[in-house]
């Protein structure tokens, strides 16, 4: 999709720049949220998080063009007072804080609840009471299984969209028992979202609610023993871009036959820019109250599939060759402990943003080949030498 600037409205009038506190504006998507506004837009970021390396390019220098634009707050929103005032001063703020890499769900349930609902009580509770808008990430996993992977595996209603789609206003939340820990983090996604729900309903709480279809893209979660804990689990883009890098077999997950819809990173920023674009249009009403999915419906591969493009995309752009055995099998207890379920299928229905936000214009061609290539030259380019520098330490004991 094609980049847009954000700085006039529909009738080229300059747009009235405002103020986003933006919560979790060192992660992944928070980064690239915060390159886009800006490169793009005259607005101001109160960039809040426990870290700021991967926003660090745009906090330094004093001469870079959106000096003064973008402040950081290294603010642990489990515990400082400082929060309430920073929504205060903004006209709208956004919350990606969370634990959301599946790998804790089952093995830190505790803290993945903590983070996901009783960490962003008080960010609810604070816009609420301040009259200001919230614009909340939830996940797609919080519809869980689908209804079509509950029937036998030849039944041919697994093949009918009705029974795989997932409709924002339609699909029930399917989770599996208690002790599948896995169903921590999307039982308190929903239990967020129904809570800014209520609060709208309720409260007169203006908000949006974003359930982001598998994401990826640079600076994707962490490279384990690189920038990252030895012993931690990213998601599946890190793990197998970890594997290709350190040259040992992609590990598929019980066979790797799950399915999912991956987007780019920086069409899926577009949609949230719409919904920002609308308050700052002053025509909140498109996104108000409203819950978005975003992904690419178009753009479905099995996990197995994902792991072969990686595997031929990588030797592409590292020029080396493909590993004799380049997958290997590995049960889920063994990868991911105790607990451990997993969604079958995420196709994202579309028809809610494409009809409120989509007259600002929307098309997403299926590009896995490009976003792999642009995703895995970045990763080769930031993290060769580095692995290069592990090998070498470990060949000289
Ligand atoms: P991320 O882990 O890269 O970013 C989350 C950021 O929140 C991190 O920088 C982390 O340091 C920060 N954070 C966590 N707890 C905090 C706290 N207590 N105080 C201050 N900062 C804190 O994850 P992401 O991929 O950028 O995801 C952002 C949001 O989108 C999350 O809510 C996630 O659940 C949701 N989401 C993302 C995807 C995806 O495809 N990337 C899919 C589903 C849902
Ligand atoms: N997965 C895998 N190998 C890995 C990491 C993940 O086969 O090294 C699988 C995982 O079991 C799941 C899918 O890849 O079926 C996507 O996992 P991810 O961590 O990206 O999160 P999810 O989409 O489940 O939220």
Same mark, same amino acid.
């Given at each position: 999709?094609?980049?847009?600037?954000?700085?006039?409205?529909?009738?080229?009038?300059?747009?009235?720049?405002?103020?986003?506190?933006?919560?979790?504006?060192?992660?992944?998507?928070?980064?690239?949220?915060?390159?886009?506004?800006?490169?793009?837009?005259?607005?101001?970021?109160?960039?809040?998080?426990?870290?700021?390396?991967?926003?660090?390019?745009?906090?330094?220098?004093?001469?870079?063009?959106?000096?003064?634009?973008?402040?950081?707050?290294?603010?642990?929103?489990?515990?400082?007072?400082?929060?309430?005032?920073?929504?205060?001063?903004?006209?709208?703020?956004?919350?990606?804080?969370?634990?959301?890499?599946?790998?804790?769900?089952?093995?830190?349930?505790?803290?993945?609840?903590?983070?996901?609902?009783?960490?962003?009580?008080?960010?609810?509770?604070?816009?609420?009471?301040?009259?200001?808008?919230?614009?909340?990430?939830?996940?797609?996993?919080?519809?869980?299984?689908?209804?079509?992977?509950?029937?036998?595996?030849?039944?041919?209603?697994?093949?009918?969209?009705?029974?795989?789609?997932?409709?924002? *206003?339609?699909? &029930?939340?399917?989770? %599996? /028992?208690? =002790?599948?820990?896995?169903?921590?983090? @999307? +039982?308190?996604?929903?239990?967020?979202?129904?809570?800014?729900?209520?609060?709208?309903?309720?409260?007169?709480?203006?908000?949006?609610?974003?359930?982001?279809?598998?994401?990826?893209?640079?600076?994707? *979660?962490?490279? &384990?023993?690189?920038? %990252? /804990?030895? =012993?931690?689990?990213?998601?599946?883009? @890190? +793990?197998?871009?970890?594997?290709?890098?350190?040259?040992?077999?992609?590990?598929?997950?019980?066979?790797?036959?799950?399915?999912?819809?991956?987007?780019?990173?920086?069409?899926?920023?577009?949609?949230?820019?719409?919904?920002?674009?609308?308050?700052?249009?002053?025509?909140?009403?498109?996104?108000?109250?409203?819950?978005?999915?975003?992904?690419?419906?178009?753009?479905?591969?099995?996990?197995?599939?994902?792991?072969?493009?990686?595997?031929?995309?990588?030797?592409?752009?590292?020029?080396?060759?493909?590993?004799?055995?380049?997958?290997?099998?590995?049960?889920?207890?063994?990868?991911?402990?105790?607990?451990?379920?997993?969604?079958?299928?995420?196709?994202?229905?579309?028809?809610?943003?494409?009809?409120?936000?989509?007259?600002?214009?929307?098309?997403?061609?299926?590009?896995?080949?490009?976003?792999?290539?642009?995703?895995?030259?970045?990763?080769?380019?930031?993290?060769?030498?580095?692995?290069?520098?592990?090998?070498?330490?470990?060949?000289?004991?």
């Amino acid at each position: 999709m094609a980049s847009k600037t954000y700085r006039v409205d529909l009738d080229g009038n300059p747009i009235k720049p405002i103020t986003i506190c933006m919560i979790g504006a060192g992660g992944f998507i928070g980064s690239h949220l915060c390159e886009k506004l800006m490169s793009e837009t005259p607005h101001t970021v109160l960039a809040v998080d426990v870290y700021n390396d991967k926003i660090k390019h745009l906090l330094e220098p004093d001469s870079l063009p959106w000096a003064g634009r973008i402040q950081f707050h290294r603010i642990n929103i489990k515990h400082d007072s400082r929060l309430e005032g920073l929504i205060k001063v903004a006209d709208l703020t956004i919350n990606l804080a969370a634990i959301c890499t599946p790998a804790d769900y089952n093995t830190r349930p505790l803290d993945t609840i903590y983070s996901n609902f009783i960490d962003a009580l008080p960010v609810v509770k604070y816009c609420s009471e301040n009259n200001k808008r919230l614009i909340h990430f939830s996940a797609c996993e919080i519809y869980g299984k689908t209804i079509g992977s509950f029937l036998p595996k030849d039944h041919p209603l697994r093949q009918d969209p009705e029974f795989y789609v997932l409709k924002e *206003d339609v699909s &029930p939340c399917i989770f %599996g /028992p208690i =002790e599948k820990q896995r169903w921590s983090y @999307a +039982c308190a996604k929903q239990l967020i979202e129904r809570l800014i729900y209520s609060d709208g309903a309720e409260n007169g709480l203006e908000f949006t609610i974003v359930r982001p279809f598998n994401w990826i893209g640079p600076r994707m *979660d962490f490279f &384990p023993g690189v920038d %990252g /804990p030895s =012993e931690g689990v990213p998601r599946v883009l @890190a +793990c197998f871009s970890n594997n290709l890098l350190r040259g040992e077999p992609l590990k598929l997950v019980d066979g790797g036959q799950s399915q999912r819809t991956f987007i780019y990173i920086k069409d899926a920023i577009e949609t949230v820019m719409l919904m920002i674009v609308m308050v700052s249009l002053q025509n909140p009403a498109r996104a108000n109250g409203q819950i978005f999915n975003v992904g690419n419906p178009n753009n479905e591969v099995t996990v197995k599939q994902l792991a072969e493009m990686m595997t031929e995309v990588y030797c592409k752009v590292s020029g080396e060759p493909s590993l004799e055995v380049p997958t290997v099998d590995v049960s889920s207890k063994e990868f991911y402990g105790e607990g451990y379920d997993d969604s079958d299928k995420r196709i994202p229905d579309m028809t809610v943003i494409n009809r409120q936000l989509g007259s600002l214009g929307m098309v997403w061609d299926c590009w896995q080949v490009d976003l792999l290539e642009s995703t895995l030259t970045y990763q080769h380019r930031t993290y060769a030498e580095a692995f290069h520098r592990i090998n070498i330490k470990h060949d000289s004991r």
